[in-house]
């Protein structure tokens, strides 16, 4: 069973930037879509993103577009997420996941393997 190790987050002021790493304990990614998730306080897990195998492909909710980009390197078996004019309200406890068969997508469900998530606060 494939397992995923967070890093990055932190604490930042509104309009800053930060950058979440996602990669594999052991072994590569492939050929899975990897997707990176949220969950604020008191709320449900929320679909921020989601990069193909490839990396040709991404997907992003509309909130993050043009603020959020996610990236891959599979041969560092690393995928990214860059974050950009952060807000309050992006603070959250973000998760990266992949789905080993490649299908991706924008619901949790279709996600096998997740990352331990890492916490993300933006002051304002």
């Known amino acids: 069973q494939q397992q995923l190790v967070q890093s990055g987050g932190g604490s930042v002021q509104a309009g800053g930037s930060l950058r979440l790493s996602c990669g594999t304990v052991?072994?590569?990614?492939?050929?899975?879509?990897v997707a990176w998730f949220r969950q604020a306080p008191g709320r449900g897990r929320e679909f921020v993103a989601s990069?193909?195998?490839?990396?040709?492909?991404?997907h992003y909710e509309d909130t993050f577009k043009g603020r959020f980009i996610t990236t891959r390197d599979n041969a560092k078996n690393m995928v990214y997420l860059d974050m950009n004019a952060l807000q309050p309200s992006d603070t959250a406890i973000y998760y990266c996941?992949?789905?080993?068969?490649?299908?991706?997508?924008?619901?949790?469900?279709?996600?096998?393997?997740w990352g331990q998530g890492t916490e993300v606060t933006v002051s304002s």
């Open positions: 996941a992949a789905d080993q068969l490649g299908r991706g997508g924008t619901r949790a469900g279709a996600y096998d393997v």
């Open positions: 052991s072994g590569t990614f492939g050929p899975s879509a």
């Open positions: 990069i193909s195998w490839s990396g040709d492909s991404t």
